[in-house]
């Protein structure tokens, strides 16, 4: 459990607060590419209390900047983007995506007061389908060289989901991995529909008689062991098959907001929660696969069977009891909302309040890598605030290499294990186009 003074340290995530002074110091996701289209309008976002307006350019550059004008407040995502900005319908003054006002058309022409307006604006880039922001001072650090960061648009899908809860608790849900035998257990070895689950009634990989979904029903006792690395906590689940054979599960948190699970036999998955505010959050999905290209559109048609569009909601959710049947949970699924894994981590986190209340809760042998994530964050936090360095805020292109930082659900020999994943895990990537390539740039 957690003192209530470290709990709002490690919850509190607003302009000033030391949580939120940390999380602005990484690269945060504040929009899918897909919510601020090429010639669309500019849309408000919220990102850790602050209200800003996300837009392009007409030069088709991503720009956030503080929603109301420097003038006399007016809201920006009314604007009008054009002649190399955003241009507030109020007056015209009209800013670049670095916040230089560029004209102020309502003042004399050889006024240059234009030049001395710079309005709040935070620096973005797009990759793969996400446009990121750096929040915080200074020269941003590189954005590392994460797996999903190098791999090529078309193996790559975005998607995102709200949550109606704090970051904090909606993260630690996915880098528990005991719950898996509980929470998402199916109770029959098939789905009765399209939905993201599929990868728990799967086969592990080159072993067919291997059901995962079996293995995480009758192996509810996992041996759980983790390891602190440069990028977070390395997670380490070991269920037993037979005399001979071990279900290992390699997953990460990645420091400071995030998690990397595995999907399938060749898929990586990103859970990345960026606070809203302080009682809610969004979740941005990043599929990665390292051989095939994604089905995109199949993935989005199945996203699109829990969520609504434009606003990212889940269709099962608190209102509506996330659609509990209890005639489901006697047959099909533990839990009984359906078999999208994503509402059953919603049901689990949110039903936790707004904000947890960690001075309450008890946690066990299990809740290790919980226990490490928080202390990497309240070190961290410590840190920042004595002005020390910070992990994963690389700024050397040389030492910009990630390729260590895997996901994966293999079968390994007894004697093997610790070895066999990272075995597995290199023979994917020698599989792989573009993950071969980054081992030669790398090396």
């Known amino acids: 459990m957690l003192s209530k003074a470290d709990n709002d340290l490690l919850t509190q995530t607003g302009p000033g607060t030391p949580a939120g002074d940390l999380l602005r110091r990484y690269w945060q996701p504040v929009a899918l590419s897909e919510e601020v289209p090429s010639g669309g309008p500019p849309r408000v976002v919220e990102i850790m209390g602050e209200r800003l307006v996300a837009f392009r350019d007409d030069r088709d550059q991503p720009g956030l900047l503080e929603l109301h004008c420097s003038h006399r407040a007016a809201d920006l995502?009314?604007?009008?983007?054009?002649?190399?900005?955003l241009r507030c319908a109020y007056h015209g003054w009209l800013y670049d995506v670095n916040g230089q006002c560029l004209d102020m058309p309502a003042e004399p022409p050889e006024s240059k007061f234009h030049e001395k307006i710079r309005h709040p604006a935070y620096p973005c880039q797009e990759i793969n389908g996400i446009i990121y922001s750096y929040m915080g001072p200074g020269e941003p650090p590189l954005m590392p060289a994460f797996d999903w960061?190098?791999?090529p648009d078309e193996h790559i899908f975005a998607f995102k989901g709200y949550m109606d809860c704090n970051y904090l608790q909606a993260n630690e849900g996915e880098i528990d991995p005991s719950h898996l035998s509980f929470l998402h257990r199916f109770l029959q070895d098939q789905s009765l529909d399209d939905s993201y689950g599929d990868q728990l009634l799967a086969t592990a990989e080159n072993d067919e008689d291997v059901q995962i979904s079996q293995i995480m029903r009758t192996?509810?006792?996992p041996k759980l062991d983790v390891e602190e690395t440069d990028f977070g906590v390395r997670i380490f689940t070991v269920r037993e098959i037979d005399a001979a054979r071990l279900h290992v599960r390699v997953t990460n948190y990645l420091f400071p907001n995030a998690a990397v699970v595995a999907v399938s036999n060749d898929w990586g998955l990103v859970q990345w929660h960026v606070?809203?505010?302080?009682?809610?959050?969004w979740r941005y999905d990043i599929f990665f696969s390292y051989r095939a290209p994604m089905d995109k559109e199949g993935l989005r048609h199945q996203r699109l069977q829990s969520y609504t569009l434009p606003d990212y909601r889940p269709r099962r959710n608190q209102a509506n009891r996330y659609g509990y049947d209890f005639d489901e949970q006697k047959t099909w699924t533990y839990i009984g909302v359906g078999f999208d894994i994503n509402t059953h981590d919603s049901w689990a986190t949110e039903g936790a309040g707004p904000i947890q209340d960690r001075t309450k809760e008890h946690l066990g042998t299990t809740d290790k890598a919980i226990i490490a994530a928080r202390r990497m964050l309240l070190r961290s936090i410590r840190s920042l605030q004595e002005g020390a360095a910070l992990p994963l805020t690389v700024r050397d292109d040389a030492a910009n290499r990630f390729d260590h930082l895997a996901t994966i659900d293999t079968v390994a020999p007894r004697s093997e294990w610790k070895t066999h994943w990272r075995v597995r895990d290199a023979a994917r990537r020698e599989q792989s186009p573009w993950a071969r390539q980054f081992e030669r740039i790398g090396g």
């Open 77 to 85: 995502s009314y604007g009008r983007v054009e002649d190399g900005g």
């Open 219 to 221: 192996q509810v006792s």
């Open 149 to 151: 960061i190098r791999a």
């Open 275 to 281: 606070p809203i505010n302080d009682t809610s959050n």
